[in-house]
């Protein structure tokens, strides 16, 4: 499985970025997936993740209300939508796929990482 990310870029404090991650090769339709980010100097953590079907979504309490993640199944991409943003979302984000079906916040759930997307929010 292959995932690439794509969207960042720089932005202005408060504006608006959409990442999108395509998955391709050996795909399933049944698996979790998440975004997760890295800022310099901290470790990985946890954004957010959608069940495979797209009916549950979980998110990390510091992007809650200013992040969506959704997914468009027949085209094996998931989204995410950031709004509000802030200069501490300043990361590089992964887009993660799980081999479960649920996906979640542990990073060990997911087998399959892709490249990371650069999102640097100026102050």
């Known amino acids: 499985v292959q995932l690439q990310a794509c969207g960042g870029g720089p932005v202005q404090a408060g504006g608006s970025l959409r990442l999108s991650c395509a998955a391709s090769?050996?795909?399933?339709?049944?698996?979790?997936m998440g975004w997760f980010r890295q800022a310099p100097g901290k470790e990985r953590e946890f954004v957010a993740s959608i069940w495979w079907n797209g009916d549950m979504t979980t998110y990390a309490d510091s992007v809650k209300g200013r992040f969506t993640i959704s997914r468009d199944i027949a085209k094996n991409t998931v989204y995410l939508q950031m709004d509000s943003l802030k200069p501490e979302d300043t990361a590089l984000y992964y887009c993660a796929a799980s081999r479960t079906e649920m996906g979640g916040s542990v990073p060990n759930r997911y087998d399959y990482w892709g490249q990371g997307t650069l999102v640097t929010v100026s102050s």
């Open positions: 090769g050996r795909t399933s339709s049944r698996n979790g």
